[in-house]
């Protein structure tokens, strides 16, 4: 019985505590990794890939951090929207995500698979190859990162 008075007496000290206490305490912000899976036939890979930058663009707007990586048949976007010809409807969305700063990753091995890896290595730069030739998933939930799959 004594214990649990003590106990009680030491909890009331700290919600009094608290109670006067004025400082904020900062709440960290998430981080998101979006992965765009979904490729270029259809309205409904065009709808993915739009939705994947306006996801992107409005979470680092918000002060999230945000990493893009285009996989699968998502390097088919990467590709399209580094042709300097590109008639892309989705491009002047791309061009204004590209202004927020948000890293883009691009699967290496996926590249290869759909055919637009020449393309990207002369125009786009390094593809990424972390984990059997894809990037690795891991390194960004290890990171805090949130997965968001289109």
């Not at 969305?93 to 990753?105: D, L, M, S």
Request: glycine share 10%; net charge neutral.
């Amino acid at each position: 019985m004594r214990k649990a008075i003590v106990v009680l007496a030491l909890l009331a000290v700290g919600v009094v505590a608290m109670a006067g206490c004025t400082c904020q305490q900062s709440v960290p912000k998430s981080r998101f990794a979006i992965i765009l899976q979904a490729g270029k036939k259809g309205s409904d890979g065009t709808a993915r890939a739009l939705h994947a930058l306006l996801y992107a663009t409005e979470l680092r707007d918000k002060g999230y951090e945000v990493v893009l990586i285009f996989d699968g048949a998502g390097t088919q976007w990467a590709e399209e929207f580094s042709k300097p010809d590109s008639d892309s409807k989705l491009l002047p969305h791309y061009k204004a995500f590209a202004g927020t700063g948000v890293e883009q990753i691009i699967c290496d091995y996926c590249a290869g698979a759909f055919g637009v890896k020449e393309n990207l290595q002369e125009r786009q730069g390094p593809l990424v190859s972390e984990y059997k030739g894809h990037p690795s998933i891991a390194k960004w939930v290890d990171q805090g990162y949130q997965l968001v799959v289109l």
